[in-house]
């Protein structure tokens, strides 16, 4: 007994009242745990591999994958590989994402600042907006959307505005640039990214030099002259080095027995759906969040910038929205993951966006396979807007003090 | 007509373009030249609008198909000959709705709360109205019509067992509450050897129940283990807050709908294939992982919102660890993410809806495999999606609306 | 084995690790002994692994109970019930009826299957998912059959599972608007057709499309009501699917009239029941039922006209189980279970006319692919097509 208890103490304390050895004992339990629940699935998956001849492996992604894809900004072709295939599935999701971040963030801080406008009927068409966006299922929104452009002119009866830009239940038809030539218009990008950098150098030297001195150095004016200068210069020579200018206005207008649209840039109707639908239901958020955030800028900001004579509109712009903008960012992030993650419902309104692409591809293709993949492209997805949220909430809480 | 005032104070009164309808107009619509263009644009628009939209609803639009789908919105196939084979299995979701205004009406009666009172008369009463319905009795049978009126005599019933039996506090109604969830699952399910509560397998369960109940189960369930992976993620075991950051992170990251896709065809991999196993189940415990990383931020949101000076003051009061947490920060931290927790009820609600995914017939699932399999129905579609749009706004708005209630009640923010 | 074993190792490696570097802040101490507490710790948590490994080490020999323990034909037995994977979207095929059944050409097959291992028509279970869900489904196992309208492939064959027996032959094909002129496929330059996601036409399309220089649009969608309705609506020229599926769909247009199917067929398409790979006993069973109502219209056994006392045929005896046997008992089948499935389901051809025939979406079958071979014994049924089967003996 008494060496019993002698033997299952530690320190003088019993080890079962021990708090270190309790810790230890939590940690390396859950560890096993979780080990032997990961190694008990990864067991039984591959045993059923074998069992069942369930196809598995990468070696799939070097393969052609001979599959259509309905909507791709990059150049797709059916004899590209699956790993290629599935990069194109990225972009279109990114684009989504990046474009849909835009746009519901406008639309959100616009519904959001309506939301406590003083004009009884703008406030309330906002509360209207909010409340009825963001209490339905996006699935619901995008079938409602989607039927929506469907209800647009056929090809044939488009809205056409100065015969350039296009509108059918078929997408929306624009100008765009094209390249001529795409080694020339790839050096004249690099050479226009040279002109930006030089610009914003200028735009720093400018308004340091202002701070410093206090005489008005115009770093807007100055560093935009500079970037047009030696991007038009760039343009200029290569222009006569290449016989053509680098890009050109390419100008949709329809073709064939069809008519489909040729040319320029064209958002089809599965995109215009997913976009509008991504951006009316996450401005709906976006706009509470702002709206949360203005409200917590205290009252007595706006009234002493009023006092100091500024617009409501700039009181707005330079006071109020500057410091909402520490209460807005962590939400808005992860409504900007949200967004992203919900572009996956494209496949429901023919968008070919990352998730429909790889499930469309567990057809051809080892499904266990593709799933990791997808799951570590959203994972990363997800990172990167995360690590975006966690810099621009740095710079703007050592902007603020 | 009628004669001034007799005792008219001294001085003047406000001139007429400030009080009134008239000062309620130039104050809040025609205050400036932007004001006014800005409520003639906006009233134009919502004009417009209206215009449309009323005309499309009361001249264009067809809701047969509405009608024709009748109760399956509510319950799927559940009460069809081949889900509950030679029996009537109506009478299961009915009971269970009377248990949920028994309920309703036993929070009523715990403190008189008057948003319980608010909800309880809401469910019972429009659960009655149903019974109402213009349909003939070879559709809708009086049994149903009766069952469906005995929702208003259980709101009562619940409130004086509150009022006047030993169950009238809230812990044991909470646990009638749990208890009665798992109950309507068991009535739901059946068991095998109850002769009156034949199984009906999952595959035919649908409708708007489907989605309250994986939003409820999915909600409750994934609050003890938002908790765990919240404190798990706050404390200082590198092991444990490694794998609960890894969990979170994973499941936060990935849209649910891949996730649901997985459930159903990767995970069936993962275990032995002897094993039986549930497609709801599976999208259930999908649902309520997802949700709990989502519940885990929440609750972590409060628990750092928190100010130390609570849990050191508990342990100077000599609490251990473990005590301070159950009993000074997690309570304070759950009360004041009380409304996160509410939208995230609501997100989460609206997210069953992606359970078309993996064949299960949710209320808007159910609604598309109809006018599938019926295509003269197929043109319906838009009446369909906008029926759809009401049913989840008026589920989740009077849901924002009890919860706004539910925070004046319990002084989210004043306290 | 050596594969998970090596994981396991990787993994526990992982874990001592972690909790290795893990002393910090809450384990605060002056105590010099925690150092060597840590060593036994160690120690502990190697016995622990080896512990565990010998655990897995059992796994891998089999003897724990995973996987391969029993076979389908118990397992199905044990639940009572037929797991089958289909649609409910296309009416012929699968569909949900007024009362809320499933019913169809591809639901009947399962309920066949459910008569012949189990004596019961409705102890079916019908998992609903969408065309690229199909593998990794039936590659789960965790469905017995998959009928949903599934093109037989190698690639299929090899990678998702085993197929029994073509049950229709179909062919895909291309739905255009009559006004549009277009009379034949290749004059689809520079179309865009709506197609559904993750199945062969989506593939085929592409194939007819870089074969003959046309350039064509691709519009992919999840489901059908948002492809019927794209397509009615002018969102794309053309509607390709398997004509069957064409023919079903056309009359949910607002206007059938308006819309024509090209003559032309650009692959081919037996569609058929699929079984998970692994259970070889399961994917005989499954022939012989398909077999069972082939024969059944080929020997003129009708639903209703089910003999149960031997006959003048010795081939119908054998088939009812009445004489003789075709290898029910290997398959661990009832002897008259092609009476009990005859009764309950009837042949091929009442399934057809019942779902696609003239009671269902009105497909004609004489002279096509899906009547009976040449010469089928029947009399008046529909012969010179494709439909044949493994002979029951």
Redesign the interface.
């Known amino acids: 007994m008494d060496t019993a208890s002698r033997l299952l103490s530690y320190q003088g304390i019993p080890v079962w009242r021990h708090v270190q050895i309790i810790q230890w004992a939590v940690q390396i339990v859950s560890g096993i745990l979780v080990v032997a629940l990961v190694v008990w699935f990864f067991s039984n998956m591959v045993n059923a591999i074998q069992d069942r001849d369930i196809p598995s492996g990468f070696s799939f992604l070097s393969r052609e994958y001979q599959t259509p894809i309905g909507e791709h900004f990059l150049p797709y072709e059916s004899s590209d590989t699956f790993l290629y295939a599935l990069f194109v599935g990225i972009t279109n999701t990114a684009i989504v994402a990046v474009a849909g971040v835009f746009l519901a963030t406008a639309l959100g801080i616009f519904i959001g600042v309506s939301r406590l406008s003083s004009n009884w009927i703008v406030s309330k068409l906002a509360m209207v907006y909010i409340e009825f966006f963001r209490n339905v299922p996006l699935l619901v929104q995008l079938f409602f959307w989607f039927y929506i452009v469907l209800e647009l002119p056929a090809i044939r009866e488009s809205f056409v505005v100065a015969d350039a830009f296009y509108l059918s239940n078929r997408g929306f038809s624009m100008p765009w640039p094209k390249a001529t030539d795409y080694s020339i218009a790839g050096i004249w990008l690099g050479l226009a990214a040279v002109a930006i950098v030089a610009g914003w150098l200028v735009y720093r030297r400018q308004s340091r030099m202002e701070e410093q001195t206090g005489r008005s150095g115009y770093p807007l004016i100055y560093s935009l002259a500079t970037a047009l200068v030696i991007g038009a210069i760039a343009w200029l020579i290569l222009s006569f080095a290449g016989g053509s200018s680098p890009f050109y206005i390419s100008i949709p207008e329809p073709q064939g027995r069809f008519g489909n649209i040729v040319g320029g840039f064209t958002a089809r109707a599965g995109l215009l759906v997913l976009l509008t639908g991504l951006v009316m239901y996450t401005a709906s958020f976006i706009a509470e969040i702002v709206r949360a955030g203005i409200q917590s800028v205290g009252r007595g900001q706006t009234e002493a910038a009023r006092a100091l004579g500024l617009s409501p509109m700039s009181t707005l712009r330079s006071v109020t929205f500057p410091q909402a903008m520490r209460v807005i960012i962590p939400p808005l992030i992860s409504q900007f993951l949200n967004l992203t993650k919900n572009s996956s419902l494209g496949g429901a309104v023919a968008y070919s966006d990352l998730t429909n692409i790889a499930v469309t591809m567990t057809q051809t293709a080892p499904a266990v396979s593709i799933f990791m993949l997808i799951m570590a492209s959203y994972l990363a997805m997800s990172l990167t807007w995360s690590l975006i949220g966690n810099l621009y909430n740095r710079h703007i809480r050592f902007v603020g003090g | 007509m009628a004669s001034p005032p007799l005792s008219q104070p001294e001085g003047m009164l406000p001139p007429r373009s400030e009080v009134g309808v008239i000062g309620w107009l130039h104050a809040?619509?025609f205050?400036s030249l932007f004001?006014s263009v800005?409520?003639l644009v906006?009233?134009a628009?919502?004009v417009t609008g209206l215009w449309f939209g009323l005309k499309w609803i009361f001249l264009a639009a067809d809701w047969t198909v509405i009608a024709e789908l009748g109760g399956?919105f509510l319950l799927g196939?559940y009460?069809?000959?081949?889900?509950c084979?030679g029996q009537n299995c109506f009478w299961r979701p009915q009971a269970a709705l009377i248990m949920v205004s028994l309920l309703l009406g036993a929070a009523w009666g715990l403190r008189g709360n008057r948003v319980a009172r608010t909800v309880a008369w809401l469910v019972a009463g429009v659960s009655a109205a149903f019974a109402f319905l213009p349909y003939s009795l070879e559709t809708m049978g009086l049994d149903v019509r009766i069952l469906l009126l005995l929702n208003l005599p259980a709101v009562p019933l619940g409130w004086a067992l509150a009022r006047y039996t030993p169950m009238g506090t809230g812990t044991r109604v909470t646990i009638l509450g749990v208890a009665i969830f798992f109950l309507t699952l068991i009535l739901l399910r059946g068991l095998p050897a109850v002769p009156f509560l034949q199984p009906v397998?999952v595959?035919?369960w649908g409708g708007l129940s489907l989605n309250l109940i994986l939003a409820v189960g999915g909600i409750t369930l994934s609050l003890p283990i938002g908790i765990a992976l919240a404190l798990g993620r706050r404390s200082?075991?590198?092991?444990?807050k490694?794998?609960c950051v890894f969990f979170i992170?994973?499941f936060?990251?990935?849209?649910?709908?891949?996730l649901l896709?997985?459930s159903?065809?990767?995970v069936?991999?993962?275990?032995?294939?002897?094993m039986?196993?549930n497609?709801l189940f599976r999208a259930a415990v999908v649902i309520t992982l997802f949700s709990s990383a989502y519940m885990a931020e929440n609750i972590r949101g409060g628990l750092q919102a928190l100010h130390p000076g609570q849990a050191e003051a508990a342990r100077a009061l000599g609490l251990p660890g473990w005590q301070t947490t159950m009993l000074i920060s997690l309570p304070q931290a759950i009360r004041n993410v009380i409304p996160a927790i509410v939208g995230q009820f609501?997100g989460l609600f609206?997210?069953t809806?992606?359970v078309?995914?993996?064949?299960m017939?949710d209320v808007?699932a159910i609604g598309?495999?109809?006018?599938?399999?019926?295509?003269?129905y197929?043109?319906s579609?838009?009446e369909l999606?906008?029926f759809?749009?009401a049913v989840?706004?008026i589920f989740?708005?009077g849901m924002?609306y009890i919860s706004g209630k539910v925070e004046d009640y319990l002084g989210v923010g004043r306290r | 084995m050596k594969r998970t074993l090596l994981l396991f190792v990787a993994l526990s490696a992982l874990v001592l690790v972690l909790v290795g570097c893990s002393d910090t802040s809450a384990l605060e101490t002056e105590n010099a002994n925690l150092k060597a507490e840590n060593e036994a710790m160690k120690a502990e948590n190697e016995a622990m692994k080896a512990q565990i490994e010998e655990g897995m080490a059992m796994l891998a020999a089999g003897t724990l109970p995973m996987g391969d323990g029993e076979s389908r034909l118990n397992t199905v037995r044990e639940r009572g019930k037929v797991i089958c994977a289909s649609r409910d979207d296309v009416p012929g095929y699968g569909g949900i009826d007024a009362a809320g059944n499933n019913v169809g050409f591809d639901i009947d097959l399962c309920r066949a299957l459910a008569t012949a291992v189990l004596g019961d028509p409705s102890a079916i279970e019908i998992r609903l998912i969408t065309a690229a869900e199909r593998g990794p489904t039936i590659q789960s196992g965790e469905v017995d059959m998959l009928v949903r309208t599934v093109t037989w492939t190698s690639s299929r064959d090899a990678g998702w599972g085993n197929y029994a027996q073509t049950m229709f032959y179909d062919g895909q094909g291309f739905m255009v608007r009559a006004d549009s002129g277009i009379t034949d496929a290749l004059e689809l330059e520079g179309a865009t057709v709506c197609v559904t996601l993750g199945t062969t036409t989506e593939l085929n399309l592409q194939d007819f499309s870089d074969q003959n220089g046309l350039g064509i649009t691709v519009s992919t969608f999840e489901d059908t009501d948002a492809v019927v309705a794209a397509y009615d609506a002018g969102q794309c020229d053309s509607f390709t699917n398997d004509n069957s599926q064409l023919a079903a769909l056309r009359t949910a247009l607002s206007n059938p009239a308006d819309h024509v199917i090209l003559p032309n067929t650009i692959s081919e398409e037996p569609l058929g029941p699929v079984v998970p790979h692994g259970d070889d006993q399961w994917f005989d069973i499954v022939k012989t039922v398909m077999a069972i109502l082939i024969y059944g219209e080929a020997y003129g056994v009708t639903q209703n006209d089910v003999p149960s006392a031997a006959t003048d045929n010795t081939k119908v005896d054998r088939l009812l189980g009445l004489s003789g046997a075709f290898g029910q008992e290997e398959l661990g089948l009832s002897e008259t279970v092609a009476q009990d499935v005859l009764k309950a389901v009837g042949n091929y051809g009442e399934i057809y006319d019942r779902n696609l025939g003239p009671s269902g979406i009105n497909l004609p079958r004489e002279g096509g692919r899906n009547a009976l071979w040449a010469n089928a014994p029947c009399t008046d049924c529909p012969k010179g097509g494709q439909i044949y089967a493994a002979p029951l003996r």
């Open positions: 809040n619509l205050s004001n800005l409520t906006s009233g628009l919502l399956r196939r009460n069809t000959e081949a889900a084979e397998s595959v035919y200082n075991l590198p092991v444990v490694v794998l992170e994973v936060r990251g990935v849209p649910l709908i891949t896709f997985m159903q065809t990767l069936p991999l993962a275990f032995p294939e002897d039986p196993q497609s609501i609206k997210d809806s992606l078309y995914i993996i064949g017939l808007v598309r495999s109809f006018i599938q399999s019926n295509p003269e197929l043109p579609a838009r999606f906008v759809l749009a989840f706004w989740t708005y924002s």
